[in-house]
């Protein structure tokens, strides 16, 4: 009964296999291992678009910070979802990288309208050089609130980016828990959907910590390679990380992975729908539900053995009918059974 | 015969199978992990330091960026070695994390002279708020040369920087290889020498991808964390980057990989001695060899299968004879079998 | 009829004299002049304030930065107000020089409320490692929408910047303007309620170029000195620096002069009341008023000879009736004559 | 006898007059008056450069680090003399602006040769992305020795950085006294003889604060505009910077005022010529004379009533007889008498 993250889960033994049979003699570091070769041409081949670069990182905060930095001068400003991870959980890693600031959209569900973003662009860049210039879009996808843009949302987003000149930059974290839950193709979700560059994330799917960061536009590449290694991100031994993303990729096990993930999470809501003391607050959409219940509520479940975080205060200390919001997160690895104890939990 | 880096070579099967054992069920991330602990009094029984705060990354470049911007102001200049990893190999990453700069110390084998040293300290900050301000000293053990500092050199070395007030950090990636040879104790070598602050080296001693940042005044612990989070390199998965560490310091693994590097390095040494055409730069002390030879002799080696840098020019194009410097570096996973193709190949 | 800004207009005939004065043979250079050495106790017997460490800077973008990065740490985020000038009007000099992020509070009439300031605050690090931490709190006074907050109101904010542990700054680009409003002292204004730091603006009031930088705690002098250097912000011929803050603190000229504005603005706003097409968007306080009114109004007055910005169209583009907001500012240069010139213009 | 620094003596009377002149009324701020208008056609005639960016500047360390940001990635390296005033004494204000670092070329008589300039280009960038890669070159005319490079030192100096595909930089602080020196026109001593950008120097030579960027490549000048901005660099009352550079350029006065501290100068070292104990460290040839004697003739010369630096050691505290050099440095507003004065002291 863990939902406290996707990111406290195991990686999947093929993922595990992989790096053991890459554990075998010499290689080329810094990513010149062949290992690397393949997982390029996987990636390109996947997001239909042969030229892209495609790279490694070790952390999803690395690889938005250094595509954003590669996307971003220093005078201007991101803009971003208000909860973005990358205004929230970052410790100004963004503002490091890019040495710019965050220009903040309000959310719904945590999703930005257009509206509301094209109002927060026109309202920047007015003041000729003594305002933040207008730099890069960047998009949440599945969103920190579990929610998915439709094809459409996205496009809408990036149609007001581009009509300022702006490139957009999706943080997928989360990307194969959005891409099966929308049924589209990685094409259609990024370049196709007017995104310029990925973090396409793996860490908290199945592996043991690799993002590749895909960049459609193949000028930025040197850069890229230029900040990552500045920032100290270029591993010697890169065929670790090639061979977990080479796994990752190999017969759909990145999309089978957020299946699982998506239909546990979806057995878990359909089994709390109607419990007359917790409440969604808004419609599961991927592998993250946020609920709402009264406190002692949240104490009894958490009593009862299951962790997972409360977010809006703590369920040990308060008035026992206040309503607290808990979030719980699947991943590959739960079982129905597991799911079910939880259920019974909740139920019983 | 691939002696091209040590860090081109394969982890440890123990490591691996630390991996798998880690890979099991849900585990606190971010560095919470239980394996984490356990690492932390490991480091801390080996450097004798029970207060010491213990930090892992996943690269040198990033342990000796963020350590350095933990005890480095942006107005200050940071003494080093002309030849210093953090000078030539991190594409600016130590001004990157600081903001700061460096003072360039001349080196002869690769090592600091302390006449040298205080030459330079004395030579900043003589210009009040005009010029650089005094900042640490960082010094490379084993050096990029594959030389060996005495522990009376360090200890000059930072008696030096003690007078001036300045704190001394040590770029330990071939950490294991200088103890080893000089069979002293961490804790000799390092806070007993005068040393503030360790990256203490795994990735070119069989590991996949793992450095200890060792603090030894705890005060600096949770702006070092602050700072690792914002470049991007607090791992969620962290218990992987635990589990490598932890097989690393158990039972000496760590120690006795050294050993076979070094015990390598001094067969190839012995059999190369006495060779006409190929000399030694310096007498290798570690597990690294700098040796000079015609170009045509370093054609033959290399055509005959022997994979090295060559150091100061095109092995494949000038004259024949022209003495060109190839560095030969060895690991844990070498054979003597392996060690002696290579002597055949070249007495051949 | 000029009432763009009060950094257009003339400097005092006293403050050029003072200039004249000041080029007499040589003098120290880079702040080791004599005048400073008046202008710093002249500083310090104004704010009550005998150990403040009292600084020179050119601009009012520079003394903000400088003195907000002396405060914050680049892992932290300011608190200021959504319409801040650092956050609107300084090309992101704030993040550059401090490397942190800004968290922007909502106003209302230009001012924070307590319970926003505290929301926000109460919001940001939360997270741990993985959040912003908090930094300074930086208020300005006068407001960017010309209004001014009561010690009252100082003091509330920065006693909730204090339960936090929080320092304060306070932009005073219009110090002057505020304290004659206010009727208060320095001393008042600043350190008796809670403010740390100042930005004690000249630019704006009668001199061509200079800010003090007010730091109450004199520990935190000698790192605003390196950070000033460092951003080529110390001056060498520092005396013309100092003559200027010296002509502008003698006998009350400061104070005059604000008087003078804000005087000239009663005066405008007295003739514009009633006015039955321009009204007031919130009640003028200090030298700055808001007025709305129909486009086609403001085109008369344009085309009539008026100089000020219209903040949120474009007055010769749009429907005539659609009502625009108008800023008029005023400064110790302006004739009651020329304010009457604009008001028969308007009610022509 | 004041030799400190010819950032110690007054501004030109002309230069007072025209900020007094600029004082009327209202101008347009932040670098739209019309006195700049006259100023940026006055520094492209001088130049001939019709098409050059030109901008202002409060101090050359702000013009130095605006203009090497806007020529610099924070992944390169800029190449300069080992004693620059970039590396010396800006406090890290070019790291700082321009998250790069400095590569230092060694120098006889404060000169950088061809083939040093050479040996430290093709060392660096030799390591694909791990090293720094190869920014711009920055030199000084007149270097920190006073010694002038001819032009075809410079341009072979920058016909070695052109051949790298690096820009150059030219530190002119003390730009007027070179010109007047080699007798040459600007054109001649910049872009005829390959360099890009200069910091174009008044500060030293007659006004009160200010020094012209001179862009060649109108390309850049955007960037420099933000760049100046987040700086805090862009005063809002520009036209008093505006003043004073063109009262500078009015009528040949930055030549006047040079040819006039290099006269004195000459008439200075004339005089001095021949002295048994005070030799030239080298041939002044511009405004800056560097000689040796013993510490005790310093003393004398300093007790006497003149001022000057000693570079090397403590006038007042040492063996009598250590040989210590001073540093005389003259300005415009010197006079033969009193030149004549520091004489009769030197060799009464």
Redesign the interface.
């Known amino acids: 009964m863990?939902f406290?993250?996707d990111?406290?889960?195991?990686?999947h033994p093929k993922v595990?296999e992989a790096?053991?049979a890459a554990?075998?003699?010499?290689?080329?570091?810094?990513g010149a291992d062949a290992i690397m070769d393949d997982v390029r041409e996987k990636v390109r081949t996947i997001f239909e678009a042969p030229d892209a670069a495609v790279y490694l990182?070790?952390?999803?905060?690395?690889?938005?910070?250094?595509l954003l930095a590669t996307m971003t001068?220093?005078?201007?400003?991101i803009f971003c979802a208000d909860i973005a991870h990358i205004q929230?959980?970052?410790?100004?890693?963004p503002?490091?990288?890019t040495?710019?600031?965050?220009t903040?959209v309000p959310t719904t569900n945590g999703k930005m309208a257009q509206a509301d973003l094209q109002s927060k662009i026109s309202g920047e860049q007015t003041?000729g050089?003594?305002?933040?210039?207008r730099g890069p879009l960047s998009l949440t996808q599945v969103t920190e609130k579990g929610t998915i843009y439709t094809l459409d949302e996205i496009n809408a987003l990036t149609d007001t980016a581009k009509e300022y000149g702006m490139k957009a930059h999706l943080d997928g974290a989360r990307f194969a828990n959005a891409l099966t839950a929308l049924g589209c193709s990685a094409a259609e979700m990024t370049w196709k959907a007017g995104v310029d560059t990925v973090s396409f994330g793996g860490?908290?799917n199945g592996v043991?910590?690799v993002e590749a960061c895909v960049i459609f536009d193949p000028q930025l590449a040197w850069?890229f390679?230029?900040?990552r290694?500045?920032?100290?991100?270029?591993?010697?031994?890169h065929r670790?990380l090639s061979a977990q993303m080479q796994a990752y990729l190999t017969d759909g096990l990145w999309l089978d992975m957020a299946q699982a993930a998506n239909a546990r999470c979806a057995h878990l809501a359909d089994g709390m729908r109607g419990h007359d003391l917790a409440s969604f607050v808004f419609e599961p959409q991927a592998n993250i539900i946020f609920f709402q219940a009264p406190r002692r509520e949240h104490k009894r479940l958490l009593d009862g053995g299951a962790?997972y975080n409360v977010m809006n205060g703590d369920p040990n200390a308060g008035t026992p009918d206040e309503l607290l919001i808990g979030r719980l997160v699947t991943d590959w690895s739960m079982t129905v059974d597991g799911i079910n104890q939880f259920l019974d939990l909740l139920h019983g």
């Open positions: 863990f406290a993250s990111n406290a889960g195991p990686a595990m790096l053991i554990n075998r003699g010499y290689a080329k570091s810094y990182a070790v952390s999803g905060t690395a690889a938005n910070a250094i001068q220093p005078w201007q400003t929230e959980d970052e410790c100004n890693a503002e490091f990288y040495q710019a600031k965050l903040l003041r050089v003594h305002g933040p210039q860490t908290k043991l910590g850069e390679e230029l900040r290694k500045r920032g100290g991100h270029l591993m010697s031994k670790f962790t």
